[in-house]
């Protein structure tokens, strides 16, 4: 008899030690790292680009092997840029952003997507934006991209409606001067994360991938915390 009472003791101490054990677990899991089974990504080439090019398939790739949904947008006539046909492709294949998106943008891809943010609603909230090789102002050498920079941007309202922004440049770039990106930085009141002897971030520079990306994502991520 008292063989078959302490047994049923023993198996209910080792039942509760295993559901202590399981909610541990669980609580130990949700707190090592930010949820990112809602997160959205999508990624915006800059000018004579596609979502085929540089940096951005691999992207694509590392954050889809994370499980995180990841685009990479295909703009109209990217040699021969319009911004408003951009403005109204990014309304269309930016889709509903919200505070589980984050939008990663190269070049010319910067300012049109400032230029898309500038035009949404003060309340429309976004946990990232990260910002390569980014300008807003115009390019000496570039003068045919000169509409995309006449938009008075208020970066009062962009800095409220991003969580986390991050800029990256090099100071070798020889397409988009440096100084230019860091007015960028200094104007969104932001560091800029400087990567020497990286040119423009091109295939041609060696950039087929980007880890740097990576580590702005992680970045971003980190502030969300978890939902």
Known sequence: ????YFKSISVFLFARIVIAT???????NAQSGPITEDLNIAVVHGYMSSPDDHWFPWLK????DRGISTKV???PNPSFPDPEEWQEALSVKLGEIDSNSIVV????????????????????QIAGLILVSGFVSDIPNLPQLGDFTQTNLDFSKLRL?????IVLGSPQDSIVPFYLTEELANKLQTTIVSIPNSGHFLASDGYKRFPQVLTAIDEVLGTRGVN
């Open 1 to 4: 008899m008292r063989s078959k």
């Open 22 to 28: 399981i909610f541990i677990s669980a609580s130990t």
């Open 61 to 64: 790739n590392e954050l889809q």
């Open 73 to 75: 947008l295909s703009l």
């Open 105 to 124: 943008a190269h070049s010319l891809g910067c300012i049109a997507t400032l230029n898309y943010l500038n035009s949404l609603k003060k309340e429309k």
């Open 161 to 165: 409606m991003v969580d986390k922004i």
